[in-house]
């Protein structure tokens, strides 16, 4: 397997497919995120932050307006260790948010208080991986899944 981490979609079909419908009911996406050794603005911007700085306030302040499009932050935590498998370089933090569906996703991604805030994100990631899902539709009963659903 091979993995691209990216900072904005460059596949035209991906980018396609995200303005689909998607699945009903909540998604829940799964952001595998690389920093920078040190922040670095697109504008040109002097700035003495870390890639890890630069991208917590785009973190901060995203978890502000994801209310706004019926979302939330579920979950952040650093990545400390591989139990299982191999890849050549480890994420540095994993972060999942909660949007009632994509479109409502897509709507947060395209708005200009989005486009702001993206700036430090921008500036703070290397690249990252989103990953979109669901709950299982299995009904299978699970303690986690029933706290999980919970939270939606």
Same mark, same amino acid.
């Not at 805030?117 to 994100?121: D, L």
């Given at each position: 397997m091979q993995v691209l981490n990216e900072v904005f979609p460059t596949d035209p079909a991906r980018f396609s497919a995200m303005m =689909?419908?998607?699945? /009903?009911?909540?998604?829940?996406?799964?952001?595998?995120l690389k920093f920078k050794d040190k922040a670095a603005y697109d504008d040109?911007?002097?700035? /003495?932050?870390?890639?890890?700085d630069a991208y917590m306030i785009y973190g901060?302040?995203?978890t502000e307006l994801l209310p706004k499009f019926g979302g939330r932050g579920i979950f952040a935590g650093d990545?400390?260790?591989?139990?299982?498998?191999?890849?050549? =370089?480890?994420? /540095?933090?994993v972060a999942i948010a909660m949007y009632p569906d994509r479109a409502s996703m897509v709507?947060?991604?395209?708005? =200009?208080e989005w486009r702001e805030?993206?700036?430090?994100?921008s500036a703070g990631l290397k690249g990252q991986l989103n990953i979109e899902t669901v709950l299982p539709q299995t009904g299978v009963a699970s303690p986690f899944l029933d706290m999980i659903k919970?939270?939606?």
């Open positions: =689909e419908k998607g699945p /009903d009911g909540p998604i829940f996406m799964v952001n595998l040109g911007r002097p700035c /003495d932050l870390s890639g890890r901060r302040a995203v990545v400390t260790f591989l139990a299982l498998g191999q890849v050549e =370089e480890l994420w /540095d933090e709507r947060m991604s395209l708005s =200009e805030i993206a700036v430090h994100r919970a939270l939606g």
